[in-house]
């Protein structure tokens, strides 16, 4: 394998590289057989403690079938599958699962499953379109995971100029919901019932909920751009418009001045109504603008109505944040290596979209006793995604060729 700027990390007999370059070229084939072996020793040594045997490989016919339905989300054709059926060569699993992992069958059947987690809509004015885009290409140029997530996080300006602010405005107005969700998805914890008062089956407090939340309080919907836009539209009206100056020609002063008014704010409220979409699809960050408690909030650590400075759930602390930097800061977090939880949800739910089953179930309901069904596995996949630089086709292509895919 050739080396790429990075850390070294040793897994197994495997060695990978992490903090590569986000356009690195895939894994050698040696690479990913070792590290998947890696993977299904650890897998019989922990069935054999428990005194259970793998089940058996599968035959041909089976194989291509789930081969196809797994990679690139569709069943073979009858000359796929005679082509296949008919290969004398040891290798044609290993060259099949090669050959679908990097067709465009596979950039279609990944994105659906990431823009189905994501709940990404395409049919709510123009945003969708640009995000759905967005996501296609990042996926299919092996934009690494941790990269896709903390450009959505951290986004900011109009969705024509960075689509990835669709992660946002897909739940406009929603502030509370969408971070919610965004824990659920990229974390693994569900703590929407924290949104309205205390967890009543977790730990996690309403206080907590809100100092996530306020990560985000300074979103704002509007367009700086289209806002000059409509000033300088105005501007122009009231420097040049002679219709409207004959027909203020026998008025009194006030009588003008109340007609101008009245004019130039019906200028503005129709510029308004044309950049009303244009408008809607841009995020800014307001420095002064901060998240809330909600008016009946009832519990003594704080007064309904105050307002919350951002802290995190778990992991490393985050104080002292910039009103400008938060959603920065927050993307930082959730991405970074250190976060207990974000690279092993990944990799657990990339586990279950291969083999049906997560390591732990369900995917995202993690708490902090949780060791999965295989902890040493567990533990080993999460150590694969950082080392394959969190790029999903590398890892899904570890899974595939394991023995315990067949």
Known sequence: MKCITGTILVLGSATLVAGSAPHAKPLEL????????????LLEKDLDARKLQPLPIIPDELFVRRTFLNIVGRIPTAMETSRFLDDKMPDKRTHLIERLISSPGYDSSVFNYFADLLRLQTTDEQYGLGWHVWLRNSLASDKPWN?????????EGHASKNPAVGYYLRDRGMLLDNVSNTVQVFLGHQIGCAQCHDHPFDKWTQMEYYEMAAFSGGIAYRSEEARTVISKVTEQAKKNHP????????????????????????????????LRYFNRNE?????????????????????????????????????????????RVFADWVTSTENPYFTKVIANRLWRRTFGHGLVDPVDDWNS????????????????MKGVNYRTRDFERILYHTRLFQ
Do not use: C, W
Not at 292 to 307: S, T, V, W
Not at 369 to 384: A, F, N, R, T, W
């Open 369 to 384: 006793k949780l060791v999965g069904s295989h902890p040493e596995v567990l533990s080993y996949i999460e150590k694969v």
């Open 243 to 274: 219709r409207m100056t004959r027909s203020l020609k026998n008025k009194n002063k006030a009588e003008k001045a109340k007609a101008q008014k009245t004019m130039y704010r019906r200028i503005s409220g129709d510029m308004r109504y044309l």
């Open 30 to 41: 040696q690479e990913v057989l070792r590290v998947a072996s890696t993977i299904d020793q």
């Open 283 to 327: 995020i800014d960050e307001s420095a002064k603008q901060k998240l809330k408690l909600p008016d009946d909030y009832q519990y003594e650590d704080a007064d309904p109505g105050e307002a919350i400075e951002p802290a995190t759930l778990f992991g490393a602390k985050v104080k002292d944040v910039k009103p400008e930097d938060r959603r």
């Open 147 to 155: 990269r896709i997530v903390h450009e959505m996080l951290s986004a």
